[in-house]
């Protein structure tokens, strides 16, 4: 074995370089380009002219070959050292005009990661493609090559390995749809399309995503936004792939499904699992063992009602799919249903989900619609449908008479579970014949289970709902967040590593223990390579805010252009703001604001109380980072505006300038200067200055007042750390330094 072999160097992210895990010094910024050169060139000979002009451009002279020599010698001392356990090979060698480096492609992780991406196009199994794509993005840190992604260099290879790093992005998430829950894949998908749009491969794979979750009006939807930003930022049509998706999605295309085998392949792994999915299910066992005894019910001939309610990604979904799994065992029929939010309008729409699938054989729906089923005919009519207004008329005493006789027949074949999932979108006329159903089943073996988000039911079905909580009977499950311990847990088992204790309360305070936003979470730091330790625990809150962004834009596209407004004014605002300030802000009267900020209420953005609350920090970071920089500025200046006709402070109101376009304007200079004077004031000597410093920048003409200019070097020496009996203690001597602000600064009396 030869010592190259433990040798690892990284160039994606920061260029560094490993022995046996311990890190090597590489130098200082032109001996680390010198490596760099070489390492782009995969072990091809790079001319001593070639490394002087990248490394010293311009300022290239004759001393620059002889430093040059000494920077291979320096790094080849570095990277391997003269022991006998080193010294076998060259990882830096001379040959003819310049310097090669000859490593084996494991032991620089670019390299690795290229070698990854080819062994997964040859790889025919879609498990093993996800296993091989996974490990390729784990090797990356950050931009490649960071320090050096503007040099002339690298420019080109900068852009060659960020663009692999995409297709890999896409083609793992390709490969996971082939073979996981595609529901659960449609937020990140959302956000890879929201990170660059104008890729028609993730519209592609969100759609399919959608059709695959029994969504094929959002897949529909997901194709008109991609068309319509296609021809508004580019002027063309989508490509051929888009438009074939297209025509499948409409005619439900076979080919659209995942593959039976596949399926199959699944269904049985899942069902070889006792536990199902233990990551989705952790710390639910008392949920579960509930969904046990009310199956145990209905398989012995009686009937039952399970709700299981809670807020967006808490898993009540994952407990839905856990009661079908036991079902099976204990061999009771699953019916399943979805209520939309889209779909909402048509009558008895969730009913049909249920029960057209056991209709579709021509003698079995005659046996089945006999006898008093048979005034439930017309809901299956094939012209059968109704609008928002008809709904209720369509759920008549007759029609739920007739679907309870229906489910009468079905249940004398066998125990039944109903599995209905959001039931807060329901239609109308399905709800009550829900209602109606529980209360007429005591003697027939059906089971229903109904996942539930209060906050997203309109007030009339609030009440619908709220009378099958009040059922005698019925089960209400409420799953609770994860505590830190089931954290931790699932921090090692996604990241394959034990989390250090720091690393592991990030997580749990970023996602309050919320399961979805963990797991939105934890694979972004997988995908972003981001190692469990202390030292990564800020990294946390970044991917985090990356990771939600999709979950909280999918809540905003089902409300209206009011509520999008107000939700990105207030992300704007923050925490706080006033409903005026608010409402002027988004362009609204205060009426219509605070009718946005009840829908933002019931979806679960934002906490209904006065002043304005997010219901978490990362639900306001996603609304902010989804909004285009050059219209966030433009919304920051409006918000300064705003403040200040207000009544705000001037460090409010420069707070929001700091993020604005800067213009020049005396006013402004001034307020900037005024906030900076209390800020020291109240010790915060980093803020000042920053203020200080936009000051000087909105200067008019770039003229900068002399006494600005002094002001602002007195500030930042009084900010520079000073040893001990140096004269005034520092915060007093930028308190100093802030207030001499000459009297046309201030505001007038």
Known sequence: MSGSEHLQINLLGE???????????????????????????????????????????????????????????????????????RARSSVIVREGPGYAVRQPPESVDAWRFEALLARAEQTRD??????????????WRGPFLVEYADEEWAVAEVARLTELRSVARERLLAARLDVGEPGLLVPELEAMVAEEPLREERWRLLVLALYRAQRQADALRELRRARTRLAEELGVDPGPALRQLEAEVLAQSPALDVPQQRRADEGMRRATQPGG??????????????????????????SGLVLVEGPVGIGKTCLLREAERLAADRLVRVLRARGSELERAFAFGVVRQLLEPELRDPGRRT???????????????????????????????????????????LGASGPLLLAVDDAQWCDRASLRFLAYLVRRLTTVPVLLVATVRAEGATPEDAALLDELALEPNAVVLRPAPLTESATAALVERRLRSTPASRFAEACHRTTDGNPLLLTLLLRGLATDGVRPDAAHADRVVAVGGRAVASAVMVRLRRLDDDATEVARAAAVLGDGATLPVLAQLAGLSEDRAAAALSALTRAHVVADQQPLAFVHPLVREAIHRVTPAAECGLLHERAAATLRAHGGSDEQVA?????????????????LRRAAVAAARRGASESALTYLRRAVAQ??????????????????????????????????QVTMAATRVPSQGRRQP
């Open 277 to 302: 999915d233990s990551d989705s299910l952790i710390e639910r066992e008392h949920e579960r063992a509930a969904l046990g005894e009310a199956l145990d019910s209905v398989a012995e001939g009686r």
């Open 655 to 671: 707070a929001h300038l700091l993020l604005a376009p800067a213009r020049p304007d005396d006013d402004t200079m001034a307020l």
């Open 126 to 139: 879609s498990n093993q493609r996800v296993a091989v794509l996974t490990e390729a993005l784990g090797l």
């Open 367 to 409: 046996e089945l619609l006999d006898g008093p089923a048979a005034e439930a005919r017309e809901v299956f009519d094939a012209g059968h449908s109704h609008d928002g207004a008809g709904a209720d008329e369509a759920g008549d005493f007759a029609a739920l008479h007739g679907l309870h006789g229906l489910l009468v027949n």
């Open 699 to 732: 200067a008019p003409g770039g003229r900068v007042p002399p006494d600005l200019e002094a002001e602002l070097v007195a500030l930042e020496a009084a900010c520079e750390p000073r040893p001990a009996g140096s004269g005034f203690p520092q915060a007093e």
């Open 15 to 85: 260029l560094s370089a490993s022995w046996d895990g311990a890190p090597l010094d590489l130098g200082g910024r032109r001996q680390r380009a010198v490596l760099a050169v070489l390492l782009l060139a995969r072990g091809d000979v790079v001319p001593a002219e070639r490394l002087v002009d990248a490394v010293w451009g311009d300022g290239a002279s004759d001393s620059s070959v002889g430093a040059l020599q000494s920077y291979v010698s320096h790094l080849r001392r570095s990277l391997q050292p003269h022991t006998p356990a």
